[in-house]
C-alpha cells in the first residue's frame, strides 16, 4: 500500500503562481512514476505532469511552459510549480502513483482544490 498526502491548493489570481506538494508514504519501490492530474466540474480528469523515479518528465500541451513537475526521491515527494495561472486551469488536482513507470496510477491522493479567479 502506499498513501499520498497532498498540500498546496488554494485560490489565486490569474497570473499567479500555486505550488502543489505530494508525499508518498508506504511501500515506495525504484523505477515508479508520480503524477499530478486534475478534474474540472463536468470534465474528465487529465493528465497535467508525470515524473518517472528516473527524473523523465511528460506535460500536457495546456501547461508546457507555465508548470513545472519535480520530485525528491529522498522524501518520496512530487511538487507541481505552477506559474502564469490561467482561469481554466481551476480543478481538482490529483497526485498519483504508479508501482512501475510503464503502468497507470495505482494509487491516488484525496485531491486538492486549485482556484485561478480575480
Known amino acids: 500500500q502506499v498513501q499520498l498526502v497532498e498540500s498546496g491548493g488554494g485560490l489565486v489570481q490569474p497570473g499567479g503562481s500555486l505550488r502543489l506538494s505530494c508525499a508518498a508514504s508506504?511501500?515506495?519501490?525504484?523505477?515508479?512514476?508520480m503524477a499530478w492530474y486534475r478534474q474540472a466540474p463536468g470534465k474528465e480528469r487529465e493528465l497535467v505532469a508525470r515524473?518517472?523515479?528516473?527524473?523523465?518528465?511528460k506535460y500536457a500541451d495546456s501547461v508546457k511552459g507555465r508548470f513545472t513537475i519535480s520530485r525528491d526521491n529522498a522524501k518520496n515527494t512530487v511538487y507541481l510549480q505552477m506559474n502564469s495561472l490561467k482561469p481554466e486551469d481551476t480543478a481538482v488536482y490529483y497526485c498519483?502513483?504508479?508501482?512501475?513507470?510503464?503502468?497507470?496510477?495505482?494509487?491516488w491522493g484525496q485531491g486538492t482544490q486549485v482556484t485561478v479567479s480575480s
Open positions: 508506504g511501500n515506495i519501490f525504484s523505477g515508479n512514476a
Open positions: 515524473i518517472t523515479s528516473g527524473g523523465t518528465t
Open positions: 498519483s502513483y504508479s508501482v512501475t513507470y510503464y503502468l497507470p496510477p495505482n494509487y
